[in-house]
Each structure stands twice: as structure tokens, then as C-alpha cells.
């Protein structure tokens, strides 16, 4: 009866970080990251202003940034799902405590609670350090972290049986899929880098850049985590050669995923061809939508579906890695 009340909480969590790193995405490319330039509320509300004479109060409190309601709502939302994913996560950590005193679950369980109310502060320091690209980054790595170990618990408790996989007795496969999870990790870090410095856009052209295989670019100050970035990060404040950088490191970045995570999706075929297909499948979407991200100019639904199947990725890296072996079930 407990166990299975903490996989059904399990279950309600994956789909709460599913739709918070959802709005997550959806508040950043509509540029709502500062629709509400305080924290926790919104102009001193808990919702946000939407009568006349609450949103001239709110422009009178906060001169510099007048309300936009299409920006207001999103980071709202997007706030109260995190939230509420923050009270389920300390729920399921206590029942699990409660109930399990042996279990590795536990450790898990205790290391999403410290990960996520780490995010709670992330979230706020997104607002009141402006957008500074460090936090934002931090911040899309930390949720990406939490979808991760709430996966990992779910397949501990018996989750996904038919993606279990045995990788004990196969070394050089096993690390393999070590270094295949570190690259998407580390792709995932670049393209976090890339959407707070609001480089997606700085090569306009695929697959070249500018026409060149080897563009100009600043690579020093592109990827410089200690750069002069100004009271507020909004639209961002690198110039174009610096932007460059980003994007077509992410670029190549790709390409190195795509080799690396390809060759684990041929040695995984053989051994399950369920997983690998998965894994197959999620690759070719999330090249896809980079594409199509530069060839149409960062369509809203395009990026944010690059955003959440970059998720799945990094969770089919997960399985592959962690999940229980087949004689566990």
C-alpha cells in the first residue's frame, strides 16, 4: 500500500517537471523571464495585476518595467508549478523517510529535495539578478537534474521494466554509455548557455554560418563566465562575434552527440532493441528541431519541443546508465 503510494507520487512528479520545464522554455523565448520584476509575487501580487488601477499602482511601484501581460502570466505560472512540484518532492521525501529506512531511496529522495529548493532560489536570483546568464543556466541545468533523479527513482521502484538493460558484463559498453551521458550532459550545458546569452539566432544561415564552415567568432569572451554583464541581461549584451561562438560551439557540439550517442544506439540494438530504438528515435527528433530552429528562425513551438526532447534525451542516457538490470525485475 506505501510503495505504492509513493510510486503514484513518484508518477505525479514526472509529470509536474514535465510541464514545469515546459513553461520553463516557454517563459524564456517569450522573454518573460522578467515579467514580474519582483519575487515571489508579481508587482506585490500573488497572481499578477490585471485591472486598470492595479496595473497603474504596479507602473507607478515599478517605473522601469511597465506591465505586459503577455509576459506576467507565463512567469506566473510558470512560478506555481515549481512550487507545487517543490511541496509534491518534500511530500514524496518524507513518506519515503518515513516508511523505507534502508533504501537507496532515500539518498534520492533527499538529494531532490536540496536540488530543488536550490531551484527555488535560482528561480528568484533569475529575477532579481536580471537574467544574469550564469543563474538562467543554472537554473535550466538544475531542472534538467531533477527530471533526471525523479526518473532514477521511479526505475528503482521497478518503473520502465521493459527498458532495463545489462550492462555489467560488457565494460567498454558501459563506458560508452558513460561517456555518451557526460556528452549530453555537456550539450545541454552549451545549449542553456546558448538560449541565456541569446545566441540562437546568431548564424542565420545552416548549415554554414555566414557562409563559412569557420566563421568569426569569439571564443574567449563568448564563453566567459565572469563577463561584464550590466544591471540587466534582457535580450542579452554580448556582441555578435561572441554570440557566434556559442552557437556554432553548440553546433559542433551536436555533431559530437550525434557520432557518439549513434554508435551507442548501433551497440545497444542487439542487446535491446526497445531502448535503443527509443534512444534512435529522440536523436533524430532533437537534430531535427535544432535545424529547423536556425532554418525558421526559432518558431516558438520548435524551440520549446528542442528544449523538452532534449530532456528525454538526456532521461534515455539515464536508463541506459542506471536503470535496474534485467534480472532485477
Known amino acids: 500500500m506505501v510503495k505504492g503510494r509513493v510510486i503514484a507520487l513518484n508518477r505525479v512528479a514526472l509529470g509536474l517537471i514535465v510541464c ?3 513553461l520553463g522554455a516557454f517563459t524564456r523565448l517569450v522573454d518573460a523571464g522578467l515579467g514580474c520584476p519582483d519575487w515571489p509575487g508579481c508587482y506585490g501580487h500573488v497572481l499578477w495585476p490585471t485591472e486598470a488601477s492595479e496595473i497603474a499602482a504596479a507602473e507607478q511601484a515599478y517605473p522601469e518595467t511597465p506591465v ?5 502570466w507565463p512567469e506566473m505560472v510558470h512560478r506555481y508549478f515549481a512550487g507545487a512540484l517543490l511541496v509534491l518532492v518534500a511530500t514524496l521525501t518524507f513518506t519515503i523517510w518515513r516508511v523505507d529506512p534502508v533504501s537507496n531511496l532515500r539518498v534520492i529522495s533527499a538529494s531532490l529535495l536540496v536540488l530543488i529548493t536550490c531551484q527555488a532560489a535560482f528561480g528568484a536570483w533569475t529575477v532579481t539578478l536580471k ?8 537554473h535550466l541545468l538544475g531542472g534538467f537534474a531533477t527530471f533526471s533523479l525523479l526518473w532514477l527513482m521511479y526505475m528503482k521502484q521497478g518503473g520502465a521494466p521493459g527498458l532495463r538493460l545489462q550492462l555489467q558484463d560488457k565494460q567498454t559498453l558501459r563506458l560508452h554509455a558513460r ?9 545541454i550545458a552549451i545549449g542553456g548557455w546558448v538560449s541565456s546569452n541569446y545566441a540562437a539566432l546568431a548564424c542565420a544561415d545552416f548549415p ?4 563559412s564552415y569557420a566563421p568569426q567568432m569569439d571564443l574567449a569572451q563568448g564563453f566567459n563566465i565572469f563577463q561584464a554583464i550590466g544591471p540587466n541581461y534582457l535580450g542579452g549584451l554580448l556582441d555578435s562575434d561572441s554570440r557566434v561562438a556559442i552557437h556554432w560551439f553548440h553546433r559542433i557540439g551536436a555533431l559530437v552527440v550525434m557520432v557518439v550517442v549513434g554508435a551507442l544506439v548501433f551497440r545497444l540494438w542487439a542487446r535491446q532493441v526497445r531502448l535503443a530504438s527509443m534512444v534512435g528515435a529522440i536523436l533524430i527528433v532533437q537534430i531535427i528541431l535544432g ?7 526559432l518558431p516558438l513551438s520548435v524551440a520549446t519541443a528542442h528544449n523538452g526532447v532534449g530532456a528525454l534525451l538526456l532521461l534515455t542516457m539515464v536508463t541506459v546508465n542506471f536503470a535496474p538490470p534485467e534480472d532485477a525485475a
Open 20 to 22: 514545469v520545464i515546459a
Open 68 to 72: 505586459d501581460q503577455d509576459k506576467t
Open 131 to 138: 537574467l544574469w546568464p550564469q543563474v538562467v543556466t543554472a
Open 179 to 187: 561517456v555518451a551521458l557526460v556528452v549530453v550532459v555537456l550539450q
Open 208 to 211: 554554414t554560418c555566414f557562409g
Open 291 to 297: 535545424s529547423l530552429n536556425v532554418v525558421w528562425s
